[in-house]
């Protein structure tokens, strides 16, 4: 175990970060109670965990509240088990905007790291159009700010946005190309079809049926030169299950499996509930 921590620390933040694709509530989430919100009458409650090489590196929730053509997505994730000795971190990310058919228009989207103490934000929102505007504290440097232009990060998702698809007349959540902006990197996700699977996640989590799709990372801008960004575009080797929440309309992930160079790591639900003032609209149709 001593090979992951801490000299590979950055590379299990920026893992964690990927199998996410991004996962606010203080943990542990199932201690706290989700108050109704008329303007968000259905939704969903994840908690996930993320294991590397058989270890706990990083444990999480995301909460999706659902109103007609509104979304409001947050998510939490941070450091777990042995790692956290050595490395204290937590990332929390919060995301809304409408849903316009089987497709995301982001309004906002917030992100806070502390990693050691050390505390960073970013601030996106979007115009009209589509656009993004940012604000960094601490600001970012000239060549980061050049490191993707206006043209690359029009029209895209946050990396939290990513994780719900929407779907129209009962359709297939993959076969989709995903445009992602986190306010640094630019990248494509590209979902195709591999089967349908039954599935138990761990703690019994989700057990039904699922989707699974392959995912492939083609990175645009920004990123092309982390190793990470060489990992995932050499290697075929992700693959997400998706189960669907209200009636059908949305998916969100219930597992995400990856090969790294530091072991196998799988993001798993360990918890679902529904959330707002119709509950049964936010049940899963398979579990």
């Known amino acids: 175990m001593n090979r992951l921590i801490p000299d590979r620390r950055t590379s299990l933040r920026k893992i964690a970060i990927a199998l996410v694709l991004s996962a606010v509530c203080a943990l542990p989430a199932a201690a706290r109670t989700v108050e109704p919100d008329e303007d968000f009458p259905g939704g969903i409650s994840a908690d996930y965990t993320i294991y590397i090489g058989g270890v706990i590196v990083a444990e999480g929730m995301m909460k999706a509240r659902l109103g007609g053509e509104k979304y409001s997505l947050q998510s939490e994730l941070g450091s777990a088990g042995l ?12 995301s809304e905007g409408r849903v ?15 990693e050691n103490e050390e505390t960073k934000k970013r601030l996106l929102t979007y115009d009209k159009t589509g656009l993004p505007q940012l604000v960094f504290d601490p600001p970012l440097s000239p060549e980061e700010r050049e490191a993707t232009q206006p043209f690359e990060r029009k029209g895209t998702l946050d990396p939290v946005s990513s994780l719900l698809l929407p779907v129209v007349a009962q359709g297939n959540p993959c076969n989709r190309k995903l445009p992602v902006f986190d306010g640094k990197r630019r990248y494509d996700l590209y ?13 019994r989590g989700y057990s039904g049926e699922a989707v699974v799709c392959k995912v492939r990372m083609t990175p645009r801008a920004g990123m092309d ?21 209200e ?8 597992r995400v499996q990856m090969r790294t160079p530091v072991g196998s790591a799988v993001l798993d639900v360990v918890r679902l509930r529904p959330l707002g003032v119709n509950t049964a609209a936010a049940s899963l149709e398979a579990n």
């Open 83 to 94: 790692p956290k000795k050595f490395w204290d971190a937590r990332w929390t990310m919060t």
């Open 100 to 114: 316009d058919g089987e497709r995301l228009h982001p309004s906002r989207f917030a992100f806070t790291s502390v």
């Open 191 to 203: 979902l195709t079809f591999d089967r349908n699977d039954s599935i138990t996640t761990r703690d």
């Open 225 to 245: 030169k982390t190793k990470l960004a060489k990992t995932l575009k050499e290697r075929d080797a992700t693959w997400i299950w998706l189960a669907p929440v």
């Open 247 to 254: 009636s059908g309309r949305f998916y969100i992930p219930v």
